[in-house]
RNA sequence: CGGGGCGUAGCGUAACGGCUAACGCACUUGGUUUGGGACCAAGGGACUCCGGGUUCGAAUCCCGGCGCCCCGACCA
């Protein structure tokens, strides 16, 4: 890519308004332009990295049997009403011009679990997972930290289909390999902890990944003999200890959830009646499991970490190219060497970001 | 949703109730430059967020709205 042609330009100054290390940062850098509170466009560099980030995600869920679909994010009212949740704040409602309403999704159990009902009916066509990579939408009340808490994001979710618990527990451990996978890949694995979470209403615990780092707004204890931690929320009597091994000296710090598992178990099979038939053909009610991942959150996180007073510090796997091809002063040789390279590099199919323009090194 | 701050050119800011709303960056043109955000000159670009009000006169004061940021609450 010539940068002359880029779409997106570097801005030099932000407002002292936008405090936000990541919002400033990926501002500044031309990755996000902020169309209003919590809702971000992803410029070409930006989208780029998002891409690579959504395409190691998808690489870890195909390997543990993931398959890929896509949801609407349009969502039926009828069978939210199903579940009880049509009426919960973070739900986006829209109402047409003759007068039907509908949700924007936030989730998507009250679509993922008709679906694998209408698509299954005995044993043999379990366990099965699908997952997809989409725009979410929340009410949140307050959208702040830039891309961290926005109002519209990507999301991963995977959804996993049991006949029983242990098949269920050992699927959710792979997943939750498959997680640090990601976070290993992106460069965040050693700052991200395994940490008990309130279930909501559907079981005693859930699993979030937190990632430490002072922008968090979740605050979590480490301990550090077992590598987990557990979130303040589920804390009881300012007590803190250690789910594992009742180890009560943990560390305290602010994080950022970067991903949420649940074993929903038969919560949702339930409300829709989702059923298969065993062995003996008799009827028996789903499991279920799902699992969220933000991208779009997880890049926000990235930045946190990794930049300096010069800016962002990508780490490789997801920089937006690999190189950065950058010829100095008006030399005609040096123009010509870059231009060189530039095409050698091009037909390596090495990605290549080559400052082509007229400006001087400072500004390059 | 409660509290606080803010809203002026593409971006960042300035302007006592009073001249044609100023400056820096960016942009256009010409010239000089070229190893760490160059210089000179000439330009273009603003319904001062929106709607009311007070006043001889409002970017400035008052009321209402909208928007942005921060804190809190909320975030199955």
């Avoid at 501002?27 to 395409?55: C, Q």
């Avoid at 640090?180 to 992106?186: G, H, R």
């Avoid at 926000?300 to 690999?322: F, H, L, M, R, T």
Wanted: overall charge positive; some cysteine; aromatic content about 10%.
């Amino acid at each position: 890519m010539r940068q002359s042609k880029l779409f997106g330009k570097t801005i030099r100054e932000i407002s002292k308004d936008e405090q936000s290390v990541n919002a400033q940062l990926l501002i500044k850098g031309g990755f996000v332009d902020k169309l209003m509170a919590g809702v971000y466009t992803y410029l070409p560099l930006g989208l780029r990295t998002l891409r690579k980030i959504e395409n190691i995600i998808r690489e870890e869920m195909d390997t543990i049997g993931g398959q890929e679909i896509l949801m609407p994010a349009l969502q039926n009212k009828k069978d939210w009403e199903i579940t009880n949740r049509w009426n919960i704040d973070v739900m986006m409602k829209i109402k047409t011009s003759f007068g039907k309403e509908y949700g924007l999704g936030w989730t998507h159990e009250e679509v993922a679990t008709p679906l694998g009902k209408k698509c299954t009916k005995s044993y043999k066509d379990f366990p099965f997972a699908f997952y997809q990579i989409q725009t979410k939408f929340r009410n949140e009340k307050r959208a702040k930290s830039g891309i961290l808490r926005g109002r519209e994001f990507l999301m991963k979710d995977l959804y996993s289909f049991h006949t029983n618990e242990e098949d269920l527990d050992k699927y959710y451990d792979l997943v939750t390999d498959a997680y640090f996978k990601i976070f290993e890949k992106i460069g965040i694995k050693n700052k991200t902890y395994l940490t008990y979470a309130s279930g909501g209403d559907f079981s005693r615990y859930s699993h979030e990944f937190q990632t430490v780092a002072g922008a968090g707004e979740d605050t979590i204890y480490i301990c550090e003999k077992c590598g987990i931690a557990i979130n303040k929320e589920i804390v009881e009597n300012n007590q803190p200890e250690c789910p594992k091994c009742k180890n009560e000296n943990l560390k305290e710090e602010k994080a950022i959830e970067a991903g949420n598992i649940f074993k929903l178990k038969n919560r949702f099979s339930d409300a829709f009646d989702f059923k298969f038939l065993d062995e003996s053909g008799k009827e028996k009610t789903v499991l279920m499991g799902c699992y969220g991942l933000g991208p779009t959150r997880l890049m926000g996180i990235i930045v946190e970490k990794y930049n300096d007073k010069n800016g962002i510090i990508w780490p490789k796997s997801i920089a937006p190219y690999q190189v950065h091809l950058v010829p100095l002063g008006k030399d005609d040789k040096v123009k010509k060497e870059a231009e060189r390279i530039y095409a050698s590099l091009q037909k390596e199919k090495i990605e290549v970001l080559y400052d082509d323009r007229d400006e001087s090194p400072g500004v390059k």
